[in-house]
């Protein structure tokens, strides 16, 4: 299979695109490609074109966009993965995960129990960072879509959010079993799928008392399963549920 | 939550039991616990009791089974993992994961595309390490039961398994969707929940047309999705899945 690569200029055949400087770099120094090289070219919007490298120097590598071609299918199933943002590296993980698997969005949320703050995203260049995570993983698994990174909420901006945009779909706040009188098991949701979903997901420490009661106004509170999952791989399982019940799979 | 230590030998309460050598270096030098500790112990085949170490000496750790108490529930969809070995480590997070979200069992499988031998499986004492794995993910997840970790099969040996285990539960294979024309979407499996189900996951380099075309006489073969999944992800999106279509979730 053709490497494939991001240029979010790339819109139509025949077209000569320059691409981005460390997809440049990566089709040069990594990969070792030069002039005449075949190559796939995606824009993040869905589109993608069969294309030849016709340049690659220092100034940058330019491409000329061919016939188009189908990309892996987006899911029908609009899935925002609304995720507490976790310790370390592993937001870095379960956006590559979510991308992989077909999530259209996915939102940081700052909760009582993150360990981290608004500041200190902005200073790490946090969003940047998972923005290139995000590309990267639409690279690897076929997708012309890179989906969004919204920008960060504290819990109440998404409680808040998802009270106005509540006809966008519901919204499935995952819970530890045990933590709420008012969740429902999986098997519990409509059968009926819907067009679009928020699937929340708490931190390592999990979701306080205020904060569950506070979501069960707009969100159904959902259990998966007896089991204590990790936060880290929580998206991944609801999602892959998520597409499981509502025919995605 | 009081921690817990895994020891294979406790079965009723009131017994003094020794835990395993590693169990006992976690509580004291990692934990620094000691003698009046409250604690949880498990046997790995579903039992667990409250508990209190009694003596924490160099010569081993002993502790009074108390009070039984009932661990997080097993699933009742039992699901075998039949994973063809992956690169590196990633087979490590693939029990990991796999333990965590209830598996009844893993077994490694040697596909034409394996890049491993059973030789030297053997030699890294692949096996220790991955019963380790299951053990130290049990711990976590809250679960009693430790899923075991059976011998490595070549692909052969696992259709030939699975010709003579069919009465057990259906095999599904995951393919790449295209893979194959006999593969149907997940969603077109039957809705009645099977009592037990293995799930065949392939290596990195995918199967060969020459497996696709063996297992397709014992198993389903089902693709996930229009999107490219990582192998090593695939075993807990197939699981999630599962979970998620016969209402285990």
């Given at each position: 299979?053709?490497?494939?690569?991001?240029?979010?200029?790339?819109?139509?055949?025949?077209?000569?695109?320059?691409?981005?400087?460390?997809?440049?770099?990566?089709?040069?120094?990594?990969?070792?490609?030069?002039?005449?090289?075949?190559?796939?070219?995606?824009?993040?919007?869905?589109?993608?074109?069969?294309?030849?490298?016709?340049?690659?120097?220092?100034?940058?590598?330019?491409?000329?966009?061919?016939?188009?071609?189908?990309?892996?299918?987006?899911?029908?199933l609009q899935v925002?993965?609304a995720q507490a943002?976790?310790?370390?590296?592993?937001?870095?993980?379960?956006?590559?995960?979510?991308?992989?698997?077909?999530?259209?969005?996915?939102?940081?949320?700052?909760?009582?129990?993150?360990e981290t703050t608004?500041?200190?995203?902005?200073?790490?260049?946090?969003?940047?960072?998972?923005?290139?995570?995000?590309?990267?993983?639409?690279?690897?698994?076929?997708?012309?879509?890179?989906?969004?990174?919204?920008?960060?909420?504290?819990?109440?901006?998404?409680?808040?959010?998802?009270?106005?945009?509540?006809?966008?779909?519901?919204?499935?706040?995952?819970?530890?079993?045990?933590?709420?009188?008012?969740?429902?098991?999986?098997?519990?949701?409509?059968?009926?799928?819907?067009?679009?979903?928020?699937?929340?997901?708490?931190?390592?420490?999990?979701?306080?008392?205020?904060?569950?009661?506070?979501?069960?106004?707009?969100?159904?509170?959902?259990?998966?399963?007896?089991?204590?999952?990790?936060?880290?791989?929580?998206?991944?399982?609801?999602?892959?549920?998520?597409?499981?019940?509502?025919?995605?799979?």
């Amino acid at each position: 299979m053709h490497p494939r690569f991001f240029a979010p200029e790339a819109q139509a055949s025949g077209e000569l695109v320059t691409l981005p400087d460390e997809e440049g770099q990566h089709l040069t120094r990594v990969l070792r490609l030069g002039a005449g090289a075949a190559v796939r070219v995606f824009n993040g919007s869905g589109d993608e074109f069969e294309s030849v490298v016709e340049a690659a120097a220092k100034d940058g590598v330019r491409v000329r966009l061919g016939e188009p071609r189908h990309p892996a299918p987006e899911a029908s199933l609009q899935v925002t993965l609304a995720q507490a943002v976790l310790k370390g590296d592993k937001m870095d993980d379960v956006i590559r995960d979510a991308v992989m698997i077909g999530a259209k969005a996915i939102r940081p949320v700052l909760t009582a129990r993150t360990e981290t703050t608004a500041a200190i995203l902005e200073k790490g260049r946090r969003q940047d960072r998972w923005e290139r995570i995000a590309i990267s993983s639409a690279k690897q698994c076929g997708r012309a879509v890179v989906p969004a990174i919204l920008e960060p909420f504290t819990f109440e901006g998404l409680i808040d959010f998802q009270l106005h945009k509540w006809l966008a779909g519901p919204s499935i706040m995952l819970v530890e079993p045990g933590a709420s009188k008012g969740a429902v098991p999986f098997s519990g949701l409509d059968v009926e799928p819907p067009s679009a979903v928020t699937v929340v997901v708490g931190p390592e420490g999990g979701w306080t008392p205020e904060e569950i009661e506070a979501a069960g106004v707009v969100c159904r509170l959902v259990t998966m399963g007896g089991r204590t999952l990790r936060a880290d791989a929580m998206g991944l399982i609801a999602i892959s549920a998520a597409y499981a019940r509502w025919r995605e799979f």
